[in-house]
């Protein structure tokens, strides 16, 4: 009887062990999926970022790091949407709400007012990013392997739109 008593105990708390590892397994499951379905919002609002920037951008600067945005989040997004397939998500097929409110403010603008406000918000864009990536980055997961991979792109993304914030600054005080 007690034999029997210690072996469903085992049994039982063997039980709970892997239930809570699954529960943990599903949880990072739940983050990786949710970190991809977001990378994805992200590669759309670049792209239209980019195509946005080449379309009023008034330095070739701006224009040429439209053109990167539009190539490197392309390509990205079409990585991401992979993953999300084998992580289980139907990838989205617009941007976030706060990337479209961003669009729509500097749709609004042209001339060197354009190109401060886009670099300005490509800094920012792109350093909350990386944070994030950052973070993904430490899992052993497809989430994780592709923010790893990610990383470099984003941080030559950043010191090239903090180089032109420099530029677009230096351009309104020079005048």
């Known amino acids: 009887m007690i034999r029997t ?6 049994a039982l708390a063997g ?6 590892a699954l529960a943990q397994s599903k949880s990072a499951d739940k983050a990786s999926q949710k970190f991809i379905a977001s ?5 759309i609002a670049e792209d239209d970022y980019g195509k946005l920037a080449q379309e009023k ?10 053109a990167l945005l539009v190539k490197d989040h392309g390509d990205h997004q079409a990585k991401a949407e992979q993953v ?3 992580l289980g998500v139907t990838p989205p097929t617009g941007s976030s709400i706060g990337a479209k ?3 729509a403010k500097l749709k609004l603008l042209s001339g060197a007012s354009f190109d401060r406000s ?13 944070k994030e990536y950052r973070k993904e980055a430490s899992k052993n997961d497809a989430a994780g ?17 903090q180089s032109l914030e420099k530029q677009t600054a230096q351009k309104q005080s020079s005048r």
């Open 39 to 43: 990378a994805i919002q992200g590669d």
């Open 57 to 66: 951008g008034q330095s070739d600067a701006v224009k040429q790091y439209g």
């Open 84 to 86: 999300a397939g084998e």
């Open 101 to 103: 409110a961003t669009y």
């Open 15 to 20: 039980t709970l062990a892997a239930t809570g």
């Open 118 to 130: 886009f670099a300005k918000s490509m800094v920012k864009d792109h350093q909350e990013d990386i």
């Open 5 to 10: 008593t210690t072996m469903l105990a085992i």
């Open 145 to 161: 392997r592709l923010a790893k991979e990610t990383l470099p792109i984003l941080e030559k993304h950043l010191q090239a739109a």
